[in-house]
């Protein structure tokens, strides 16, 4: 599975972006996808994932009830809705694939390259 995320930028704090991750190869479906994101100088640190299905996101407590994982498996693709954005979910972010359902980087095997988002104050 090879992955590609998009959709990043310099948006104001309280202000929205969707990422995009992009897949091709077979068997997307089965995957669980996992958002994940890094900031200068820190670990990549989970954000959220969805299960093949669709149904039942998990997210880290420091994006629930702002951000939104959301997929559709017939077009290969996995979405992060980020709502009431704040200067501390500036990072760059990074979309996962994996058959475990985990909050780890060590529970996905594939990544994409990345996409930054900047939260200005």
């Known amino acids: 599975v090879q992955l590609q995320a998009s959709g990043g930028g310099l948006v104001q704090v309280g202000g929205s972006l969707r990422l995009t991750c992009a897949a091709s190869?077979?068997?997307?479906?089965?995957?669980?996808l996992g958002w994940f994101r890094q900031a200068p100088g820190n670990e990549r640190e989970f954000v959220g994932r969805?299960?093949?299905?669709?149904?039942?996101?998990h997210y880290a407590d420091s994006v629930v009830g702002r951000f939104t994982i959301s997929r559709d498996n017939a077009n290969n693709s996995v979405y992060l809705q980020m709502d009431s954005l704040k200067p501390e979910d500036t990072a760059v972010y990074f979309c996962?694939?994996?058959?475990?359902?985990?909050?780890?980087?060590?529970?996905?095997?594939?990544w994409g390259q990345g996409t930054q988002v900047t939260v200005s104050s």
């Open positions: 996962a694939a994996g058959l475990r359902l985990g909050e780890n980087t060590s529970d996905y095997n594939y």
């Open positions: 190869g077979r068997n997307f479906h089965k995957y669980v």
């Open positions: 969805v299960r093949g299905t669709g149904k039942n996101p």
